[in-house]
């Protein structure tokens, strides 16, 4: 098992930014690929953004490409999202993920095996 806490989340105005924290514990976490989902109100949940188990390889969906980088640090435990020029079609609960390391990069919620139990962020315009 594989528990995951996010932090980090809040209300901001439109063009700030946010730091969200995934901190985990139980299995090695350099075992597994992480990523950040989000689901705004109203709709699907989403991928937004995915890193290697060594943080050599990101991804990200077009609508956060530039704005918003994702990052770990092993020895932490933890995986970040650092998200700029916030827009209000930004807000949502966001969730990080893990997945085995075969399925890096994977936008399917389905190859994660655990979840953290989301924060919120909501940008206001």
């Known amino acids: 098992q594989v528990q995951l806490v996010e932090s980090g989340g809040g209300l901001v105005q439109a063009g700030g930014s946010l730091r969200l924290s995934c901190a985990a514990s139980g299995r090695t976490f350099s075992n597994y690929a992480m990523a950040w989902f989000r689901q705004p109100p109203g709709k699907e949940r989403e991928f937004v953004a995915g890193?290697?188990?060594?943080?050599?390889?990101?991804y990200y969906v077009d609508s956060v490409k530039g704005r918003f980088t994702i990052s770990r640090d092993n020895p932490k435990n933890t995986v970040y999202l650092q998200m700029n020029s916030l827009k209000p079609e930004d807000t949502a609960v966001y969730c990080c993920?893990?997945?085995?390391?075969?399925?890096?990069?994977?936008?399917?919620?389905?190859?994660?095996?655990?979840w953290g139990q989301g924060t919120q962020v909501t940008v206001s315009s």
């Open positions: 890193i290697s188990w060594d943080g050599g390889s990101t």
């Open positions: 993920a893990a997945a085995p390391s075969y399925r890096t990069g994977s936008p399917s919620a389905n190859e994660y095996k655990f």
